[in-house]
């Protein structure tokens, strides 16, 4: 007598492991009061600039960047706060407005920090015209 053959049903396909890394959670910013707030994970600094804009109502004003923060910030005053989320990096900051509790903030503008010693870039100027320059141009008119 011959065995009898039992025939097993294949196992299912398992998903391929995936070895990506899991992006970030986005930054969560607050404003209330006038007071700021960031808690960020390895977040882009643009994205939390950006995430601040959209809480505060303030212009931001800044250079394209693509630096990474980490950062855990408890409601504070704006300036105190940008201060902290700058701290570390190569970029300086101005505030307009957000002096108080009831003052909105208007407008960050965020700059790359200067070397010491540099001195700010000077506009080219266009030199003043000379009386010369002005009668010749007088005489050009009338005829």
Same mark, same amino acid.
């Given at each position: 007598?011959?065995?009898?053959?039992?025939?097993?049903?294949?196992?299912?396909?398992?998903?391929?492991?995936?070895?990506?890394?899991?992006?970030?959670?986005?930054?969560?910013?607050?404003?209330?009061?006038? /007071?700021? %707030?960031?808690?960020?994970? *390895?977040?882009? !600094?643009? +994205? #939390?600039?950006?995430?601040?804009? @959209? &809480?505060?109502?303030?212009?931001?004003?800044?250079?394209?960047?693509?630096?990474?923060?980490?950062?855990?910030?408890?409601?504070?005053?704006?300036?105190?706060?940008?201060?902290?989320?700058?701290?570390?990096?190569?970029?300086?900051?101005?505030? /307009?407005? %957000?002096?108080?509790?009831? *003052?909105?903030? !208007?407008? +960050? #503008?965020?700059?790359?920090?200067? @070397? &010491?010693?540099?001195?700010?870039?000077?506009?080219?100027?266009?030199?003043?015209?000379?009386?010369?320059?002005?009668?010749?141009?007088?005489?050009?008119?009338?005829?």
């Amino acid at each position: 007598m011959a065995a009898a053959a039992t025939l097993a049903a294949p196992a299912p396909a398992l998903p391929p492991l995936s070895f990506a890394p899991k992006p970030p959670p986005p930054p969560v910013v607050t404003y209330r009061d006038g /007071l700021l %707030g960031v808690t960020a994970e *390895d977040a882009p !600094l643009q +994205i #939390i600039l950006d995430s601040i804009h @959209a &809480a505060t109502g303030a212009i931001i004003e800044a250079p394209s960047m693509d630096q990474r923060v980490t950062v855990q910030l408890a409601p504070q005053s704006p300036a105190e706060a940008i201060a902290a989320l700058l701290q570390g990096t190569q970029l300086d900051y101005a505030i /307009l407005g %957000g002096s108080s509790d009831r *003052d909105r903030v !208007l407008r +960050i #503008i965020v700059t790359p920090k200067l @070397a &010491a010693g540099a001195q700010p870039p000077v506009p080219p100027t266009t030199p003043a015209p000379t009386m010369e320059d002005m009668m010749t141009r007088m005489r050009a008119r009338e005829r």
